[in-house]
């Protein structure tokens, strides 16, 4: 993975010691609480309902055991010993404070990372593929070019102050396993004759006005990507709406302006950002991509060794096909039914440090749906993680199942939330745990939004659940439909929502409805859904009649 | 140590008064003779000063609260039209824009008397110390092979 050069190390810790003299700044009253409010979300500070929350950025997703062991360490020394997970594949600690933040940030910069551009109305940090290097279905390692862009994004001085916050998803794979579609800019890895490019969409977004991206360019060649993408920014930084904030994302001027239109603005102006641009880029790219050399090659099995039937059960569902044939990618679901999803405690991240030092090539992802990623284990040593996983609580057999879920922090914690979403996911899980059926349900998306900011993406899921408050009581929309991938869908309401004592119910109606209506194991929840349409799930939900099944 | 309307240039050296009579235009009123210097608004479209920049000596573009990034942008573009003059951005920046401003092409920064005792000299000129950017590595001539 990518190590940082002096000239990183140099600007993360000139950028801790800025912080420090700005918290104290703010502490003397040179800052006035609004100055101060961008400077700190610039640095991943945010204020949550019961604390500061700290964000700290794990670009594309990927780290190594020593900074798992370090964000371990920080979580024990200035939290309360945890840590959670983001659908943004960063992770937030929820009780720092205040004064103890600028150290934090130091422990982190120890291990070459740091809370930048985590917030505020910037480019965010850059989500990516987990599997990315690793999965059999890819075209192009992305990491390269996303860690181009996290240096190019770094401080960039046009676009610290943008309309809105701008959020960069890219992927290599044939699968669209980062949901590009939702993200301010969407690149999507392509080969054309020979030639390595992108599709890029933009204007992706979900929240109160959810849109799916819109292909602004077919194919960019990949020598272009950085001109292009400042010529997006810059498009967005002059033009995009200031007067509102809920309006200002560049999904409302995809929408208000039209596509055609920005797309004359923007390769107008990428003919001069081209120009700009002098070849550096290239090197550093090329060196970059040296940090992303496949891991030295150790030989093993290609069948995966016997075990007991927890071990083979958790093999169905928990690995995801390597490229090379005696390998495999091990999804460790962080979704044990009753647990909060995405968090994970101190002793639970030394545990998996250890394993991807010992079996996993010292490569550690954080998925966008909650979970970490051992990348590259060897066929022949799944039976000794599972076994060290199970002794962490980590082997819930359920990645990708309805208890998989993606929740946000919801009411627990954060500041804009309408209602609860950790404990409606723990119900779900618990409630489906019980019923013992989810296997036979096969995958299913089920994510869980405390308001309708959709910081859980309940949009794109099969099963999607927002949670609002009317009248000082909690209630609880349900979409059906959704879909993050290559074929990527918005989610259609059901209809009039559900009480908190109801969601649970409702829930398992629509997934025995599935069961119900599908043609054979294989039909997958999408295909039923574009197959049948709202009608028949809308039925069990509010005419509490069976699924009518035409055949 | 303040100008007449109690404002303050600053500058890489330091804190100066402006220079006094240099009046800026506001570019909707522009008439028949260019002036030499020009105001822009955070939404106006600097191509209609395309073909006047070589003539003008000086631009000031405004920044109505820091949080309004659009004039970051406008100063590049001015400077990719080729724009050479003085370029001065003016209202609500904060010290610890000032790199940015630096390096979007502003050669200086105008604040109001209030915020230049708030945030004095000293925190500017901190500011103005900070080192180069990801951005200037990555737009640099490719290095020599070998
Ligand atoms: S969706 Fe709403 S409640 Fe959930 S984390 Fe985002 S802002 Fe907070």
């Known amino acids: ?551 | 140590m303040t100008g007449a309307g109690g404002s303050i240039i600053v500058t890489d050296a330091g804190f100066a008064v402006p220079v006094p009579g240099e009046r800026f235009v506001p570019l909707a009123i522009l008439g028949e003779a260019t002036p030499r210097a020009v105001d822009l608004a955070p939404e106006d479209d600097p191509a209609a000063l395309a073909p006047l920049l070589h003539a003008i000596a000086a631009i000031r573009i405004a920044f109505p609260v820091f949080s309004d990034g659009r004039g970051f942008s406008l100063a590049r573009d001015l400077r990719r039209m080729g724009f050479r003059g003085r370029l001065r951005a003016a209202g609500h920046l904060i010290a610890d824009q000032y790199p940015l401003a630096r390096a979007c092409g502003f050669d200086e920064v105008e604040i109001g008397a209030e915020l230049a005792a708030r945030q004095p000299e000293a925190d500017w000129r901190c500011a103005a110390c900070r080192g180069r950017g990801y951005l200037d590595r990555i737009k640099g001539p490719e290095p020599n092979p070998g």
């Open chain 1, 1 to 551: 993975m990518y190590a940082y050069a002096e000239f990183d190390e140099d600007f993360v810790r000139a950028r801790v010691r800025q912080f420090r003299d700005q918290v104290e700044r703010r502490i003397d009253g040179r800052l006035t609480e609004d100055e101060f409010k961008p400077l700190r979300l610039m640095n991943g500070l945010y204020l949550q309902l019961h604390a500061y929350m700290l964000r700290v950025a794990i670009p594309y997703g990927t780290l190594n055991s020593r900074q798992m062991r370090q964000l371990a360490m920080v979580a024990d020394r200035w939290d309360r010993g945890y840590g959670h997970f983001t659908t943004r594949q960063n992770i937030q600690f929820n009780w720092p404070r205040l004064r103890d933040v600028p150290d934090m940030l130091d422990a982190l910069a120890d291990v070459g990372m740091h809370a930048i551009q985590t917030s505020g109305n910037c480019v965010r940090n850059v989500t990516a593929d987990p599997f990315a290097g690793a999965a059999a279905d890819e075209i192009a390692d992305p990491r390269p070019y996303a860690e181009l862009l996290r240096q190019w994004s770094t401080d960039h001085p046009e676009f610290q102050f943008l309309p809105r916050k701008f959020k960069i998803a890219i992927t290599g794979a044939e699968e669209d396993r980062a949901v590009t579609r939702a993200h301010d800019i969407g690149l999507r890895l392509l080969r054309q004759g020979g030639e390595t490019g992108f599709e890029v969409s933009i204007g992706g977004g979900l929240g109160r006005t959810p849109m799916l991206g819109r292909v602004i360019r077919a194919f960019l060649p990949e020598a272009d990507l950085l001109p292009y993408v400042e010529a997006i920014l810059g498009v967005y930084n002059r033009l995009g709406r200031r007067d509102n904030k809920y309006k200002a994302r560049i999904k409302i001027a995809v929408h208000e302006m039209g596509l055609e239109t920005l797309r004359e603005l923007v390769e107008a102006r990428f003919v001069k950002t081209r120009a700009e641009f002098g070849g550096a880029d290239r090197a550093m790219l090329a060196g970059i991509a040296g940090h992303f050399a496949p891991p030295a090659s150790c030989h093993g099995p290609e069948t995966i060794p016997p075990g007991s039937p927890a071990f083979r059960a958790w093999c169905d569902t928990n690995l995801t096909r390597h490229r090379r044939a005696d390998h495999a990618i091990v999804t460790v679901s962080l979704k044990t039914p009753g647990q909060v999803p995405g968090d994970v405690t101190a002793a639970q991240m030394r545990v998996l440090a250890d394993l991807a030092e010992r079996y996993g090539h010292d490569d550690l992802r954080i998925s966008h749906r909650q979970n970490v990623v051992l990348p590259h284990v060897r066929k022949a040593d799944l039976p000794a993680v599972f076994e060290a996983l199970a002794g962490a609580g980590l082997a819930a057999a359920n990645a990708g199942l309805v208890s998989d879920i993606i929740a946000c922090p919801g009411l627990d914690y954060c500041a804009l939330a309408t209602a609860r979403s950790i404990p409606v996911a723990q119900r779900i899980a618990l409630r489906f745990e019980a019923l013992k059926l989810e296997h036979e349900v096969g995958p299913l998306r089920l994510n869980i939004s405390g308001c309708i900011n959709a910081c859980g993406h309940h949009h794109v899921a099969d099963i999607g659940i927002l949670g609002l408050e009317r009248a000082g009581v909690e209630t609880y929309q349900m979409t059906l439909g959704g879909d993050p991938t290559v074929t990527a869908a918005i989610g259609e309401r059901t209809g009039p929502g559900f009480s908190s004592d109801e969601i649970v119910g409702a829930v398992e109606r629509i997934v025995l409805a599935y069961l119900d209506l599908r043609r054979d194991a294989e039909e997958t929840f999408a295909e039923v859904f574009r197959r049948v349409g709202l009608g028949p799930f809308q039925q069990v939900l509010y005419e509490g009649g069976e699924a009518t099944d035409a055949a």
